[in-house]
């Protein structure tokens, strides 16, 4: 088979090298140049991805950042960006573009799958029309689904084959088409009836996911203020056999899909006239998370006669979540820039994380994205910056690092991962002894 897949990204990259492996002849479409050149000379950037794996299926990768090269396609794979707008509502314009691009060379008898989150909808009332408006029709003349990708970045006891593969589809041969296409590289299909129920799939994961961590949340601050540890308290609910499912705290929500996807229905919602308290609720405390992290730094220092002002601040971990780089929408950036803003200087350690990024390349108009707070540091060595903080504060853990030892050479340590729990040190602040 020819498979097209239309952003290079984390769930793009992946998906072409899943497909070259099992025999496919890819084409990669990225609009980003870096991207598109790494990838061609066997260069991955996605941790899941190594450079290795890729370079192993290269023959079988073909990079462009022409559309018209995707009209020897059997079936285009879209996984460009969904992101919100300033106002937090859906921004379909990297969709939009990507489908107007790909209505100009689309052929009869190709298959479309959409695999962006996006609203209940976006398939059949967005997509649909923009692939129509060639003259083409979808069902006699091409087929269009909608699948979600659900891979967990990092996670390695599941993976794109391991995970089943949720898939609906605009008429039962699209549905069909979509199902062939997707066992050649995941060993279960989930057939759903619509487009609208994979989206809305895709959704409730996400939801439930925002949900329940807010929820937990909520009860670490409380735990906090009653001097109750928060983590022997998941410890001992975790053993329930039945009904509970465990979630834990943190600073926040970050990355492309949990701080974002949510807001796609309560958008979509509104049109229904209903407002989703649920999602609401859960981005207001995940939200609110970095700041009570930062109460808990300035605790912290006030306990040892210090101000934020001029203090030296260490920052384990500037990614969202452990053994990946990605920055997006990471509550470190916002920790950083608050304290910063309160006269900290600050600092952070993360091998993951690299320099600051170029500027996204988008098409089209100017990003509409709000100006999320961006990593103008460079990450510290270890040796360097650890003895020069009067604090250091654990934000992402990382696999492979010793945070227990970490903490007791640290002046103070501030634990916002209960990595360290069980650890007893005077320079430690844990969850149950912050201040209300
Ligand atoms: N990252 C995840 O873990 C994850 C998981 C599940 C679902 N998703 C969803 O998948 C989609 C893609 O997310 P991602 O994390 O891979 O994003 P990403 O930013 O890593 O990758 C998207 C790629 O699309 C490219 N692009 C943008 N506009 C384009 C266009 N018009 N034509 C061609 N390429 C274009 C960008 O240059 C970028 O390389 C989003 O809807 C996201 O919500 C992401």
Redesign the pocket.
Known sequence: MNVGV???????LPLAVAFAEAGDAVIG????PI?VSAVAAGESYIEDVPSERLRAVLARIRTTYRYADLAKADAVII????PLNENREPDLG?LD??AK?LAQVVQPGQLIVL???SYPGTTRERLLPLLESTGLRVGPDINLAFS????D?GRTDYTLRSTPKVIGAITPACLDRADELYSRICDHTVRVSTPEAAELTKLLENIFRSVNIALVNELAILAERMNIDIWEVIDAASTKPYGFMRFEPGPGMG???LP??PFYLTWRARQFHMSTEFIELAGKINQYMPYHCVDRVQAALNDAAKPINGSHILILGASYKGGVGDTRESPALRIIEVLTRRGAIVNYHDDYVGPPPPPP?T?GPPPTTPTPPTLELQSVPLDQALPNADIVVLVTAHPNIDYTSLATQSTLFVDLRGITRGLHVENLETESAGAA
Do not use: F, I, N, Q
């Not at 239309?6 to 793009?12: K, R």
């Not at 996984?79 to 969904?82: A, E, N, Q």
């Not at 979600?148 to 891979?151: D, S």
């Open positions: 239309v952003g290079l990204g984390y769930v793009g479409l990225d609009l980003d991207k996984c460009v960006p969904t990297p573009e990507a691009s695999e962006s989150t979600p990708e659900r891979v970045p990355g492309h899909c974002v996807d390349k098409t």
